[in-house]
T-cell receptor
Framework: DGGITQSPKYLFRKEGQNVTLSCEQN?????MYWYRQDPGQGLRLIYY???????QKGDIAEGYSVSREKKESFPLTVTSAQKNPTAFYLC???????????????FGPGTRLTVT | AQSVTQPDIHITVSEGASLELRCNYS??????LFWYVQSPGQGLQLLLK??????LVQGIKGFEAEFKRSQSSFNLRKPSVHWSDAAEYFC??????????FGTGTRLAVRP
């Protein structure tokens, strides 16, 4: 079954700790995305990557970092610099980014991060 | 920069009644438009999309949407709502670099 997996479903961390959220896809998609969802605010783009070893900041990248060393993986690190990290984080992918669009994005099940 | 407005935060309809969820967008070029649905604590599922051509698009689960360029709207409709349609619905517009801009969502409740 092709799809996007995010693990874990729920994550708890103490304030001041960095935490890495996993996102893996077996859809052979080139582009991957990270969104943050807060109640009443819709989804906001954190980072996106259109090809391996390349990524760009989205609208709310401060306090986050990513890597894209493999086509199927796009982990997101929430650093201690992120002032309000508690949120629902969604990963998505699409066939190709940038010049070949448009293509719909497929979403993973999300990770709920709670920082106390 | 593109933007999306979903003016209704919360809508309640009776099971079997018709449904229309509003979406207005702002984008300078030809918009690529999407409707997604999200059940509580889950990811988003694509209902339908508009890229070009026929302005009335059909989606999954009996949903349809109509693109009206003159009104900058892309409203989602369903003729008869089922209890399982209760969820949150997001409209989105795709801008440059395949980046999606989402509305703030409309939460649908279905009255038995």
């Amino acid at each position: 079954d092709g799809g996007i997996t995010q693990s874990p479903k729920y994550l708890f961390r103490k304030e001041g700790q960095n935490v890495t959220l996993s996102c893996e896809q077996n859809l052979n998609h080139d582009a991957m995305y990270w969104y943050r969802q807060d109640p009443g605010q819709g989804l906001r783009l954190i980072y996106y990557s259109q090809i391996v070893n390349d990524f760009q900041k989205g609208d709310i990248a401060e306090g986050y970092s990513v890597s894209r060393e493999k086509k199927e993986s796009f982990p997101l690190t929430v650093t201690s610099a992120q002032k309000n990290p508690t949120a629902f984080y969604l990963c998505a992918s699409s066939i190709a980014g940038g010049f070949y669009g448009p293509y719909e994005q497929y979403f993973g099940p999300g990770t709920r991060l709670t920082v106390t | 920069a593109q933007s999306v407005t979903q003016p209704d935060i919360h809508i309640t309809v009776s099971e079997g009644a018709s449904l229309e969820l509003r979406c207005n967008y702002s984008y300078g070029a030809t918009p690529y438009l999407f409707w997604y649905v999200q059940s509580p604590g889950q990811g988003l599922q694509l209902l339908l999309k508009y890229f070009s051509g026929d302005t009335l698009v059909q989606g999954i689960k009996g949903f349809e949407a109509e693109f009206k360029r003159s009104q900058s709207s892309f409203n989602l409709r369903k003729p008869s709502v089922h209890w399982s349609d209760a969820a949150e619905y997001f409209c989105a517009v795709e801008g440059s670099g395949d980046k999606l801009t989402f509305g703030t969502g409309t939460r649908l409740a279905v009255r038995p």
